[in-house]
């Protein structure tokens, strides 16, 4: 398997909470990273959390951690059209500088 | 506007043709990545430098090489181009910790 998988769509209704989730499989992944991808416009970090942590929280989003089970959640609150895009999982291990990546978790929100 | 730029946004040559990618990092970063992103692939990691030093391969096939200059912007070369390369090759960079990486909007490769 992969080493960082996410499930390819998401569909919402706008004004709902959107909830995009992420398995890896490396326990010793330091940093771990929630990337959004739209057309033309390359990847923008969006939030990204440190291992040691359990959740993190940043206006519409928050991450949360579970490091037993190797899951990462990202929930936007109030899931508007503008967040239509892909979003990226991304772990970072122990002694890497490299980030491995997801497939990415296609958004879809519909009126 | 992540700071990172990228030239040519699009490129469409032949089968058997050499690119040249170019990538300038944001101002202060020392750190280059490569990736491909392809439908099949996913987002792939290709090469790192640092301060004009390879740090770290990945899957970079033989046909492909990289190198950072002086001035810290970076180029990667593709030869030998195959259908099977059509792809979107982004670059990102990163500070000293590189905690944060942040990436450019991508060269996309069209091989005919």
């Known amino acids: 398997g992969e080493d960082v998988e996410q499930s390819l769509f998401l569909s919402v209704r706008e004004g709902d909470s959107s909830v995009i989730n992420c398995t890896y499989t490396d326990s010793s992944s330091t940093y771990l990273y929630w990337y959004k991808q739209e057309p033309g416009a390359g990847l923008q970090l969006l939030t990204y959390i440190f291992s040691n942590m359990d959740m993190k929280q940043d206006q519409r989003l928050t991450v949360l951690l579970n490091k037993k089970d190797k899951h990462l959640s990202l929930r936007i609150a109030d899931t508007q059209t503008g967040d239509s895009a892909i979003y990226l999982c991304a772990e970072r291990r122990e002694g890497s500088y490299i980030p491995t990546f997801g497939r990415g978790t296609s958004l879809i929100v519909h009126p | 506007d992540s700071g990172v730029t990228q030239t040519p946004k699009h490129l469409i040559t032949a089968t058997g043709q050499r690119v040249t990618l170019r990538c300038s990092p944001r101002?202060?970063?020392?750190?280059v990545y490569w990736y491909q992103q392809s439908l099949d692939q996913g987002l792939q990691f290709l090469i790192q430098y640092y301060n004009g030093e390879e740090r770290a391969k990945g899957n970079i096939l033989e046909r492909f090489s990289a190198q950072q200059f002086p001035d810290l912007h970076s180029e990667l070369n593709l030869s030998s181009l195959e259908l099977g390369d059509s792809a979107l090759y982004f670059c990102a960079s990163g500070g000293s910790t590189n905690e944060k990486l942040f990436f450019g909007s991508g060269t996309q490769l069209s091989v005919l």
């Open positions: 101002s202060g970063d020392l750190s």
